[in-house]
């Protein structure tokens, strides 16, 4: 149980802040229709053989913020953006006033809700309280102290000024983490994240910008088109110390303003998930963008895949290929006659065989026309009809040179055989 530091952490809060009593007592006072933040269920451990588990039981939600941001082109809306501070405003002014400060606010900590059996397009939640800090215990704050060993905890993009610096987290702390999320939904990136390896870099980037929000602001958009809400939030931020309570109605009126008379309870989070990594996709595609890691993968196997399958032999083409130079085709020798210089004395192919003297090989039988049985390639020479030429010029009892006699006019000059007439472009004029 050792192990799980952070989930002890995250339960001691959960049985402190969000008990299903309280969550609905704030609500009903604040006439809101709902609170962004999770109702604590139940809770215990489970031990299996010598080891124990610590478990914790929530509300059931659906997809990640961070999920939908990556699918829709990592930009919001400035519609969307505005709805998400007001929600996300709501949610930590009631973790400020438990005296907690959550300290690791991101898109991948926000789901949206789910009931009824499908996801709830306008409900988002903040999860993840394993960083989550008590700040304000018996009525008193905790003293600004830098803590070289704390440098730097949460997540490196989006965290406080004051965590890098190693400075327990604040109330402070948080709205600057969320004017960071804000800006990034709105713009895309952030200055500093060309070198997140770099936490000292992040750090000196964020204090410089904290004190020139202008610069920020003309980084984050270069056309120089930017929404004023943001500016006029990390303008109030960066005028903020430690200890200071957040003015929550100042700042929710900002961003009220940019919701231009439509419902603020609406994000309009863009949740076809699919259908907008589709339209992302042909959008690059057509602008001459470059993919994304994973499509560069899908398609170089997919090319890889189509290079071996062109370059690989195709075994039913060739067996075919085969059985036509095995077999005789429509046009055989039956159905040709023969041209009108053959000898006389050939009347057919067998008879050709039978007239060429060929010397009895020791342990084969001969057959009765006094010749060898023929060989498996003799055999299907026969079947084939295509025999070697006879020639009248040859003698009797030299059946070498008569051999080599045949290969040299078979070479030199078209004759009369079957084989060489299914041939194209055979002349019958030949001899």
Same mark, same amino acid.
């Given at each position: 149980?050792?192990?799980?530091?952070?989930?002890?952490?995250?339960?001691?809060?959960?049985?402190?802040?969000?008990?299903?009593?309280?969550?609905?007592?704030?609500?009903?006072?604040?006439?809101?229709?709902?609170?962004?933040?999770?109702?604590?269920?139940?809770?215990?451990?489970?031990?299996?053989?010598?080891?124990?588990?610590?478990?914790?039981?929530?509300?059931?939600?659906?997809?990640?913020?961070?999920?939908?941001?990556?699918?829709?082109?990592?930009?919001?809306?400035?519609?969307? !953006?505005?709805?998400?501070?007001?929600?996300?405003?709501?949610?930590?002014?009631?973790?400020? &006033?438990?005296? +907690?400060?959550?300290?690791?606010?991101?898109?991948? &900590?926000?789901?949206?809700?789910? /009931?009824?059996? @499908?996801?709830?397009?306008?409900?988002?939640?903040?999860? #993840?309280?394993?960083?989550?800090?008590?700040?304000?215990?018996?009525? !008193?704050?905790?003293?600004?102290?830098?803590?070289?060993?704390?440098?730097?905890?949460?997540?490196?993009?989006?965290?406080?000024?004051?965590?890098?610096?190693?400075?327990?987290?604040?109330?402070?702390?948080?709205?600057?983490?969320?004017?960071?999320?804000?800006?990034?939904?709105?713009?895309?990136?952030?200055?500093w994240e060309n070198n997140l390896e770099n936490k000292d870099y992040v750090r000196d980037s964020k204090i410089k910008y904290m004190k020139d929000i202008p610069g920020l602001i003309k980084a984050c958009f270069?056309?120089?088109?930017?929404? #004023?809400?943001?500016?006029?939030?990390?303008?109030? !931020? /960066?005028?903020?110390? +430690?200890?200071?309570?957040?003015?929550?109605?100042?700042?929710?009126?900002?961003?009220?303003?940019?919701?231009?008379?439509? #419902?603020?309870?609406?994000?309009?989070?863009?949740?076809?998930?699919?259908?907008?990594?589709?339209?992302?996709?042909?959008?690059? @595609?057509?602008?001459?963008?470059?993919?994304?890691?994973?499509?560069?993968?899908?398609?170089?196997?997919?090319? !890889?895949?189509? @290079?071996?399958?062109?370059?690989?032999?195709?075994?039913?083409?060739?067996?075919?290929?085969?059985?036509?130079?095995?077999?005789?085709?429509?046009?055989?020798?039956?159905?040709?006659?023969?041209?009108? &210089?053959?000898?006389?004395?050939?009347?057919?192919?067998?008879?050709?065989?039978?007239?060429?003297?060929?010397?009895?090989?020791?342990?084969?039988?001969?057959?009765?026309?006094?010749?060898?049985?023929?060989?498996?390639?003799?055999?299907?020479?026969?079947?084939?009809?295509?025999?070697?030429?006879?020639?009248? &010029?040859?003698?009797?009892?030299?059946?070498?040179?008569?051999?080599?006699?045949?290969?040299?006019?078979?070479?030199?000059?078209?004759?009369?055989?079957?084989?060489?007439?299914?041939?194209?472009?055979?002349? /019958?004029?030949?001899?």
């Amino acid at each position: 149980m050792g192990e799980y530091g952070p989930l002890f952490c995250e339960l001691h809060v959960y049985q402190r802040v969000a008990k299903p009593e309280m969550v609905d007592e704030w609500c009903k006072a604040k006439k809101m229709k709902y609170l962004g933040v999770p109702k604590y269920i139940s809770s215990g451990t489970h031990t299996r053989g010598k080891e124990t588990f610590r478990f914790m039981v929530m509300e059931r939600f659906g997809t990640d913020v961070q999920k939908i941001f990556e699918k829709s082109g990592k930009t919001f809306s400035r519609h969307t !953006v505005c709805a998400l501070a007001l929600r996300l405003l709501d949610t930590l002014e009631y973790l400020h &006033n438990k005296g +907690y400060a959550h300290a690791d606010i991101k898109a991948s &900590n926000l789901l949206t809700g789910f /009931s009824h059996g @499908k996801e709830q397009p306008n409900q988002v939640y903040l999860v #993840d309280f394993g960083l989550a800090y008590k700040f304000y215990c018996d009525g !008193v704050h905790k003293e600004y102290k830098e803590d070289p060993k704390r440098c730097h905890d949460g997540t490196v993009e989006f965290t406080s000024t004051d965590a890098h610096k190693g400075v327990a987290a604040s109330r402070r702390g948080d709205m600057e983490i969320v004017g960071f999320c804000l800006l990034q939904w709105l713009c895309s990136r952030l200055p500093w994240e060309n070198n997140l390896e770099n936490k000292d870099y992040v750090r000196d980037s964020k204090i410089k910008y904290m004190k020139d929000i202008p610069g920020l602001i003309k980084a984050c958009f270069p056309s120089g088109s930017h929404p #004023d809400e943001i500016t006029k939030y990390l303008t109030y !931020v /960066s005028k903020m110390k +430690y200890e200071d309570v957040p003015d929550y109605n100042k700042l929710r009126t900002i961003f009220r303003g940019g919701i231009s008379g439509k #419902d603020e309870w609406k994000i309009d989070l863009p949740l076809s998930v699919a259908s907008a990594s589709k339209k992302t996709a042909q959008k690059r @595609k057509s602008a001459g963008e470059p993919f994304s890691p994973v499509e560069k993968k899908v398609k170089s196997a997919a090319r !890889v895949t189509k @290079k071996e399958k062109e370059s690989t032999p195709k075994p039913k083409a060739v067996k075919k290929t085969v059985k036509n130079i095995k077999s005789p085709s429509a046009s055989t020798p039956r159905q040709i006659k023969s041209p009108v &210089n053959t000898p006389k004395h050939i009347t057919s192919p067998r008879a050709t065989v039978s007239k060429v003297a060929t010397p009895k090989i020791p342990g084969k039988p001969a057959s009765r026309h006094g010749t060898p049985k023929l060989t498996l390639a003799g055999r299907k020479r026969s079947r084939s009809r295509s025999p070697a030429p006879a020639s009248s &010029n040859v003698k009797k009892g030299s059946p070498k040179k008569s051999t080599k006699r045949r290969v040299k006019r078979r070479k030199a000059v078209q004759t009369s055989d079957a084989s060489m007439q299914t041939s194209p472009g055979f002349s /019958s004029g030949s001899g």
